[in-house]
């Protein structure tokens, strides 16, 4: 499968507490992308890596990614209630256009 | 913009009917993509569009299953006949191009075929 795994599959965390998901996958790809999946909605997009960055930040959110051992992380820094939701990481593989997608973390911060 | 616009929301149907979803992409994106999310497979990857033209619909379950982009702004996906196994939630998305660009999924439809 080309899919990624995500790692936890659930964590919960007091607010205020960072929180920290990893994505692993199998193939070479052109870029990385995590999103977030609110109960009940569609999945928004959080951050994209390509393959020849190892970090970025994006307000909260910092992405690493290690093409070397095929793993990417997402730390989400002082989290909020609001930030409860599963997580998704994606890899855009290289020869492939499209997208696929890892199993979730379901976070859940406690108020 | 609204966003992508999928309808309907929510859609309950008898096995056997035939269930047609829609999707409006955002404007000016060439890329359109149908996944299927369950609690046993995830997200599964249906088919996607370029420019209105199907490129990859191996992920269609069964001839059961089509789906049609007739112009830029429309998609279809369409369940002839139903089957209770099809009940899941279908996301439309859409992307401007491929290569560093994420995607922006509808609000989804939840289907249950009773």
Redesign the interface.
């Known amino acids: 499968s080309q ?1 990624g795994e995500e790692d936890p599959q659930a964590l919960s965390i007091q607010e205020g507490e960072n929180a920290t998901m990893n994505c692993s996958y199998k193939t070479s790809i ?2 990385l ?1 995590w ?1 977030r999946q609110n109960s009940g ?5 959080l951050i ?1 890596i ?1 393959s020849n960055e190892r970090e970025k930040h994006s307000g909260r959110l910092r992405v690493t990614l290690d093409t070397s051992k095929k793993s990417s992380s997402l730390l989400i820094t002082a989290s909020r209630a609001a930030d409860t939701a599963s997580y ?1 990481c994606a890899t ?1 593989v290289r020869g492939a ?8 973390t379901r976070l859940t911060v406690i108020p | 913009d609204a966003g992508v616009i999928q309808s309907p929301r929510h859609e309950v149907t008898e096995m056997g009917q035939e269930v047609t979803l829609r999707c409006k992409p955002i404007s000016g994106h060439d890329y359109l993509f149908w996944y299927r999310q369950t609690m046993m497979r995830g997200l599964e990857l249906l088919i996607y569009f370029n420019n209105n033209v199907p490129i990859d619909d191996s992920g269609m379950p069964e001839d059961r299953f089509s789906a049609k982009m007739p112009n830029a702004s429309f998609s279809t996906l369409k369940i002839q006949p139903s089957e209770p196994r099809d009940s899941a939630v279908y996301f439309c998305a859409s992307s401007p191009t491929q290569g560093n660009y994420g995607y922006t999924f509808g609000s989804g439809t939840r289907l249950t075929v009773v």
């Open positions: 899919q052109n870029n992308q999103y909605r569609g999945l928004v997009h994209l390509r998704f855009d256009n499209n997208l696929f997608f890892g199993t979730g």
